[in-house]
Structure formats: structure tokens, C-alpha cells
């Protein structure tokens, strides 16, 4: 294994497109569709699909799929909206699920 | 006068009635003629030369293909190809009617049949030794074993479909190149087991391979095109488990027209050099997404690949303005550059180049394949 340099960084698990930094984490006491998630504040190199109003384990959402920029795999979604108070802290924030993404060489 | 006409057609001979049938071209037609009385149906299934399953996604469709194939099978002795896509639950005992048509069969699919097993292609090895083409594509239960033996008994092997068998490894591939001298065409895709070494020694009749999504090794390409004969590559998302970049060895391939390399992450500026220097008769390269391509490197395209027709950089992440008038200014032979979604392109860019490259067709779409379908490779004439 390489001696690690610089910050620690995910990749999408088909192509290898760096999507989000370790550091950035913000809890990984999430559930995506088919497991467990992370909630991330930030996000690189990759799209959103549209806004949709979704009904979470939390209640309702409005979210958007992001998908990675290089080979358009789903990765999890983006919180745009959330309607209950005690979810607003998730405005803006990424969760990716843990089986779409990998730790690059770390 | 109904009398006299009964008489004529029964005098005609098989041979003629084979004629006659040859020349009726729509399938209702031909059932037609097989449904008539006995004789006339004899003459049908000898005179039947393929048997094509379609894909469907309906689970009815594919009980009847299943029921009907082995009767199907057993009345046709001079079949040339037999294909039979989505039999998942297809049994190798069914196979075993193959050698009926044995020494005819030139042409045998076994698309997503995943059900077939390496005593299957057994089967296929002894029965049926005239073989040209076969695919057994997402067959995963396929291993070395079964892949030598078939190799062992189809000596004439020119076009092989692997894809998604999984459980093969380098020493399966190796046991091709052993007994195959005509092999042409091998489609590896997804085949993780692979890391390329297997194709040491290839002959120089290799010219299509086809290797989207595997884990191929420095070495390995270096083995991979140690034939000379390779005329198409595809190594779309090649995979490296170390991040290394060991794509400088394609340059080895001298006669290669088409690569594709869309995906290849960890293509490097040196890579790109090393293969527009060492394969000069490159007509069609596709880099799209290729992020680890910069201004030496496209360059280097544009000084080196004189015959290059077509060029793919769609959303790659680092050419620039310069790299494009870089391309520009060399390949002459440009005729069509897919470009869109290049972050660091502007529109200034975009259209110096059309001024000074008038005749280069600029297109937005975003191709997958490239080059001559090899689909076509796996039908017979």
C-alpha cells in the first residue's frame, strides 16, 4: 500500500471518480435504499438529477439523485427540502451509500 | 385432370424439392411447404440450415423455446448455426442433440444460457469439430476445464464470446491460443479473472478483442498485444487495482485502426504518447473521459496519429483551449471530433477550431462502440 498523501477520498465504485472527502463527513448512523449511508457536507464531481418529494424513515424530503459525472451510476442523493424542524440540518447535504462508494488507496 | 397433376408432383425428386424450397424466402412460406404432406416435410428439415431463439422477455416465450428445441433439433441433421439466446435454464443434456447436425455446425450461440456448464461444451468439443464460431456469453459457470476442452476439439475456432464468464482464467485463454491457429476475434468483457497473461504467444490472426471491464496487468497487455495482428482493442473502464498506468505497452500494437479507451482513468500523458508513436495506422480513438489526458498528450496526437479519422474526447476533464488547437493544428486526416462536455473548452476555443479545421465534423454525442460492429463477426455469411 502507497504511504498516504493528502486527504483521504472516496471514489465511485465503478469508475474510480473521486466523489467526496473523508473529512467531510458528518454521520454515518444513515440508511440509503439497500443499507447503510453517510452524510456528507460536501461533494465533488458529480450531477443531480431533479427534485422529487420523498417520504423518508425521517419523514418527508424533498431530495435529488446524484449520480457520478464520469459514468452516471446513482451514488444517493442530495437533501434540498426538509419539512420538520428537527431535520432542517440536513439542507444542502449529501448521503452517499456505502456500497456505491470505495476509499482510495486509504 | 386432378389426377394428372398428383402424378407430376410426386415424381419430382428431392433434389428438386430442396431447389424449390431454397428459393421460397419467408418463413410462413417455408412452413407452408414443410405442412403439406410427409415427404414435403422431410424436405424441409433437411433443407433447414439455422435455428434462431430471439431474446424476449416473456417466461412463456422461452418454455416453448425450450420444449420445441430438442424436437427441432432432432429432425434438422444439416443445420449450420443454432442460436439460442435466454435459455437460463437450458440443461447441458439438451446439447446433446447437437451432434445430430454435428459435423455441419459451424455457428453456435449460448447467449445468457447461464445454465450451460463445462460438460456441456464438452459435448459441444467432440460433437460438433467443424465449429467456426461460439458464444458463450454471461455463461458463468464455464471454467479453464471446459474452455480447454472445447479449444481441444474445435480446432477450427475463429470468433469466441466470453463475456461475463467469470470464472475463466489466464490459463483457459492460453489453452485457445494452443489449439486454435485461426482464432480472430475474443470478446473478454467483465472476465475479472483475467489479468492478460494468458495471451502470451498469440498468433497474429488475432484482430478483434474485445476487453471492457476487465483487470488487465501491465504485463498482461503486454501479452495481449505481443501477437501483432490486433487490429481493433477495446479497454473501456480498464480497471487497476494499483492506480499504475500501464497502457504505454498498447503502443506495441503496430497495425492497430480502433482503440478505445473511454473510461480509462488512469491513462496518462506518457501512455498517449507511447501509443500514437508506436501505432501509426490509428483511424478511430476514443478518450472520452480520459482525465488523466493533458496538453503533452494531445500534443502528441496531433503531431503523431496522421491517419486518425475519428476522435472521441467527450467530457474530458483536461483539455483546454490549447490541447484542442493542438489537435487542430495536426491529424490531418480528422474528419469527426466528438467533443462535449469539456469543462476547460470555451466557446472561443470551439470555434477557432472550426475556422481552421473547416472540414472536421463536431459532434456532441457520446459513442460506446466504436469501429466495425463485432456482432458481425459472430454471423455466418
Redesign the interface.
Known amino acids: 500500500m502507497a504511504e498516504l498523501v493528502g486527504p483521504r477520498v472516496y471514489s465511485c465504485c ?4 473521486h466523489v467526496c472527502l473523508h473529512d467531510d463527513i458528518i454521520s454515518k448512523a444513515f440508511q440509503g435504499r439497500n443499507g447503510r449511508a453517510f452524510l456528507f457536507s460536501h461533494a465533488m464531481n458529480i450531477s443531480m438529477g431533479p427534485k422529487e418529494d420523498r417520504q423518508l424513515m425521517t419523514g418527508l424530503h424533498t431530495v435529488a439523485d446524484i449520480y457520478c ?3 452516471r451510476e446513482v451514488l444517493g442523493w442530495k437533501y434540498e427540502r426538509a419539512f420538520e424542524e428537527s431535520q432542517k440540518y440536513k439542507e444542502g447535504k449529501f448521503i452517499f451509500e456505502k456500497a456505491k462508494i470505495v476509499k482510495e ?1 486509504w | 385432370m386432378d389426377d394428372n397433376v398428383e402424378n407430376y408432383i410426386n415424381f419430382l425428386s428431392d433434389d428438386c424439392l430442396i431447389c424449390i424450397f431454397n428459393k421460397l424466402e419467408s418463413e410462413s412460406d417455408r412452413n407452408a411447404f414443410g405442412l403439406t404432406c410427409k415427404n414435403w416435410f422431410k424436405v424441409r428439415n433437411i433443407a433447414r440450415k439455422s435455428i434462431i431463439f430471439h431474446c424476449s422477455f416473456n417466461p412463456k416465450v422461452y418454455k416453448e423455446h425450450a420444449n420445441c428445441l430438442s424436437k427441432l433439433l432432432a429432425r434438422s441433421p444439416y443445420l449450420n448455426l443454432v442460436s439460442l439466446a435466454g435459455l437460463t435454464e437450458l440443461p447441458d443434456a439438451a446439447l446433446n442433440q447437437l451432434r445430430i447436425s454435428g459435423a455441419s455446425l459451424q455457428s453456435l450461440s449460448f447467449y445468457c444460457c447461464s445454465g450451460i456448464t463445462d460438460d456441456g461444451l464438452e459435448v459441444v468439443s467432440i460433437g460438433c469439430p467443424n465449429l467456426v464460431s461460439l458464444e458463450l456469453y454471461r455463461c458463468f459457470n464455464i471454467t479453464d476445464h471446459g474452455l480447454e476442452n472445447l479449444c481441444k476439439g474445435c480446432h477450427a475456432l475463429k470468433s469466441l464470446n466470453l463475456g461475463y464468464c467469470v470464472a475463466i482464467s489466464d490459463q483457459g485463454i492460453a489453452a485457445i491460443f494452443r489449439n486454435c491457429p485461426n482464432i480472430s476475434t475474443i470478446i473478454i468483457a467483465y472476465c475479472r479473472g483475467l489479468s492478460g497473461v494468458g495471451f502470451r504467444g498469440c498468433p497474429g490472426t488475432l484482430s478483434h478483442l474485445e476487453a471492457e471491464s476487465c483487470m488487465l496487468s501491465p504485463d498482461g497487455l503486454l501479452d495481449v498485444v505481443s501477437g501483432g495482428g490486433l487490429e481493433y482493442l477495446n479497454l473501456y ?1 480498464l480497471k487497476s487495482p494499483t ?1 499504475l498506468d500501464g497502457l504505454d505497452r498498447v503502443g506495441y500494437a503496430r497495425s492497430l485502426r480502433f482503440l478505445n479507451l473511454r ?1 480509462c ?1 488512469y491513462l496518462t500523458d506518457d501512455s498517449v504518447t507511447a501509443i500514437a508513436s508506436g501505432c501509426p495506422l490509428i483511424e478511430e480513438w476514443s478518450l472520452a ?1 480520459c482525465h488523466g489526458v493533458r496538453l503533452p498528450g494531445w500534443s502528441a496526437i496531433g503531431l503523431l496519429c496522421n491517419k486518425l479519422r475519428i476522435l472521441h474526447v467527450n ?1 474530458c476533464r483536461n483539455i483546454c483551449d490549447q490541447g484542442l488547437q493542438a489537435l487542430g493544428d495536426g491529424c490531418v486526416c480528422l474528419q469527426v471530433l466528438h467533443i462535449h462536455g469539456c469543462g476547460k473548452i470555451t466557446n472561443n476555443g470551439l470555434a477557432s477550431f472550426s475556422i481552421a479545421r473547416p472540414n472536421v465534423k463536431q459532434r456532441v454525442d457520446e459513442v460506446m462502440c466504436i469501429g466495425p460492429s463485432i456482432e458481425d463477426l459472430f454471423r455466418l455469411q
Open positions: 465503478h469508475c474510480r471518480n459525472r464520469d459514468c488507496n | 473502464n492506480g473510461m482513468r473521459v467530457r
